[in-house]
């Protein structure tokens, strides 16, 4: 059956509203608006009822693949199940309704529950001090970075050049070239680790940090970080970690242990806050002990005044980068945060780090005989298939993610990270029963025989969904986010 558009729908006069009548005058735009700003046209609105409104919204809605339909298992974004509960901390009215101009003193417990977010986020990665006001992972990387800029330029030369692994997200050189660094790529070893001789060869004095993912983007312990951070150490260059794949430690291992000088949060991946959309997000950072006086301002601080605890914005940090948001970041992503972090405690923390772990391998187990594995090690919270066994068939990685779309899941992240040909990359999380995790694995196992037994259907896939097969690229290669009139209201 064909879509029919809500504007095909719609009916002249159909309403999806009653209104009671007016007590007070009536009176028509026409005659309170100056003319020059009314428009010439009525606008171009579907004219439909209440219920055609409701089914149009729910149905977009399942259109749309998320986390409360089916698990959702790309790799790297850890696409957890959010808590229902953090949206009803979230509409607090208290929380809510707060304003940003509030004075301090009317909003303490907001500021309470951000001194505490900070002072949680700190313990589990063991840093020195966190700041809330990043926007995203990837705004905190550029935080991180004008950080590590300003360490450098303190003591007279901000160096030149930020060590990045060929397995990066690309966020990390993108953020480190707004930075204004000069990116060097260090090479992986035939482990998924980085390649010691190479990062030895690269390191000099120019090299202002390095920014390294752990566990890195195909699930793998960097287990030689210690070496690392030596090494960068001794030649005064930073540490970042991209923390993005924090689910894998939480509550087993900290960044601030390893010596990392910066880490990025993602709240939305290992704190479980909602995901895009475009929507707020949240980007903390942590920092240690040599970057803590660099921290965007205001910073959020307690002291005590006749016997009370007090919370107040500190401003008064002549060495900050400044402010990196307007106000003090996305407050209501935090409410959410806090109140996971506070639902789970440290031994939950410790637990989820834990089932992600578990439930990664045991996947991996059940798939490793029917897909390549091209880094045979022992992963954490996510793992790397190739898909060269199936290409070899003429089947790509590609047609293997939409045929995926099929079964009702959400497919692998694929194609990332580039050190692996056909990547397919598989973070289940947590939040996923041994029960849905066996689907998953039934609906791999039986893609990779249609593989062998009939390719063609795969090829076709997806033959579920309202559309086929989508230029998946040309909304971002022809950007258009003017709206250009018709000439007919150019001349208007
Ligand atoms: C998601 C991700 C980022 C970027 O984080 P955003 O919050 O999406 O900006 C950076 N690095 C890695 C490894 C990621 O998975």
């Known amino acids: 059956m064909k879509e029919q558009l809500i504007f095909e729908k719609s009916r002249t006069g159909r309403k999806g509203y009653t209104l009671p009548d007016a007590d007070v005058p009536v009176a028509n735009a026409s005659d309170l608006i100056p003319k020059n700003l009314l428009r010439g046209d009525k606008a171009e609105l579907p004219e439909v009822s209440e219920n055609e409104v409701v089914r149009h919204f729910i149905k977009l809605s399942t259109l749309n693949h998320h986390v409360d339909k089916q698990m959702y298992p790309l790799g790297s974004c850890t696409m957890k199940y959010n808590p229902k509960i953090n949206e009803k901390t979230a509409a607090l009215s208290g929380f809510a309704n707060l304003h940003p101009h509030q004075r301090p003193e009317t909003a303490q417990g907001a ?59 690309g966020t990390n050189p993108a953020s480190a070239a707004i930075a204004g660094y000069d990116v060097i790529t260090v090479k992986s070893n035939e482990h998924g680790l980085t390649d010691m001789a190479d990062l030895k060869a690269k390191l000099n004095a120019d090299v202002a940090g390095m920014m390294i993912t752990n566990p890195n983007t195909i699930g793998v312990f960097e287990s030689q970080i210690l070496e690392i951070e030596k090494l960068l150490h001794d030649n005064d260059s930073l540490l970042y970690m991209d923390g993005a794949n924090m689910n894998a430690l939480l509550g087993v291992a900290r960044p601030g242990d390893m010596g990392f000088d910066v880490v990025h949060y993602n709240l939305h991946k290992s704190f479980s806050t909602p995901h895009g959309g475009g929507g707020p997000g949240c980007g903390p950072i942590g920092v240690s002990e040599r970057l803590v006086e660099f921290l965007p301002v205001p910073r959020i601080e307690k002291k005590t005044e006749a016997g009370k605890e007090v ?22 992503i935090m409410v959410r945060a806090y109140t996971y972090l506070r639902m789970h405690g440290a031994k939950g923390l410790r637990r989820i780090g834990e089932n992600a772990i578990i439930n990664a391998n045991y996947l991996l187990s059940q798939l490793r005989g029917a897909y390549d594995l091209p880094f045979d090690e022992p992963v954490m919270h996510e793992f790397c298939l190739s898909g060269d066994r199936q290409k070899a068939k003429g089947v790509k990685t590609m047609d293997i993610a939409k045929r995926i779309l099929d079964f009702g899941f959400h497919a692998p992240t694929v194609y990332f990270p580039m050190i692996v040909h056909e990547a397919i990359m598989i973070e289940p999380t947590e939040t996923e029963s041994k029960e849905t995790l066996d689907l998953f694995i039934d609906v791999m196992l039986q893609i990779a025989n249609e593989v062998e037994t009939n390719p063609e259907l795969v090829l076709g896939a997806p033959y579920t969904t309202p559309m086929k097969r989508l230029d998946d690229a040309y909304a971002a290669r022809n950007i258009n986010v003017k709206y250009t009139p018709k000439p007919e209201e150019v001349e208007a």
């Open 311 to 332: 919370y107040f914005f500190n401003y008064d940090k002549p060495d900050s980068i400044g402010r990196m948001m307007g106000f003090f970041g996305n407050f209501g």
């Open 111 to 169: 500021l309470k529950l951000m001194y505490e977010l900070t002072e949680g986020l700190r313990e589990v990665c063991g840093m020195k001090a966190v700041s809330l006001q990043p926007a995203a992972g990837s705004h905190g990387e550029l935080t991180g970075l004008f950080l590590i800029r300003k360490y450098h330029e303190k003591k007279g030369n901000p160096r030149k050049t930020i060590l990045v692994p060929d397995s990066a997200h």
